[in-house]
Nanobody, 124 residues
Framework: QVQLVESGGGLVQAGGSLRLSCAAS????????MGWFRQAPGKEREFVAA????????AYADSVKGRFTISRDNAKNTVYLQMNSLKPEDTAVYYC?????????????????WGQGTQVTVSS
């Protein structure tokens, strides 16, 4: 019923940039708050960024604040994660997540729908 498809991952050198996209197949995308999570090898999945359904509110993990920017285009049913000044420690599989509601959420269990993930690898 609700599908999220991430794209834009790849290999980049430290200091470089990538933009991840998440396309949502949902009729009422504007009613969903969205988030990005990531999971590095041997690590727990962790919160990266979240955005409210209007795009007016956002939240970031301390580790990415100032470098990453989450945004959304409700007309395109798409949420983005612009990643600048990438570091090797940013290497992970990045997952798009969605939930019904307006508030930004940083906890995994609050999200109902997940994408398949896209690999981001940052070389030193």
């Amino acid at each position: 019923q609700v599908q999220l498809v991430e794209s834009g991952g790849g290999l980049v050198q430290a200091g470089g940039s990538l933009r991840l996209s998440c396309a949502a197949s949902v009729h009422t995308f504007s009613l969903y708050s969205m988030g990005w999570f990531r999971q590095a090898p041997g690590k727990e999945r962790e919160f990266v960024a979240a955005i409210s359904w209007s795009g007016g509110g956002s939240a970031y993990a301390d580790s990415v604040k100032g470098r990453f920017t989450i945004s959304r285009d409700n007309a395109k049913n798409t949420v983005y994660l612009q990643m600048n000044s990438l570091k090797p420690e940013d290497t992970a599989v990045y997952y798009c997540a969605g939930r019904q509601g307006s508030a930004t959420m940083t906890t995994q269990r609050r999200y109902d729908y997940w994408g398949q993930g896209t690999q981001v690898t940052v070389s030193s």
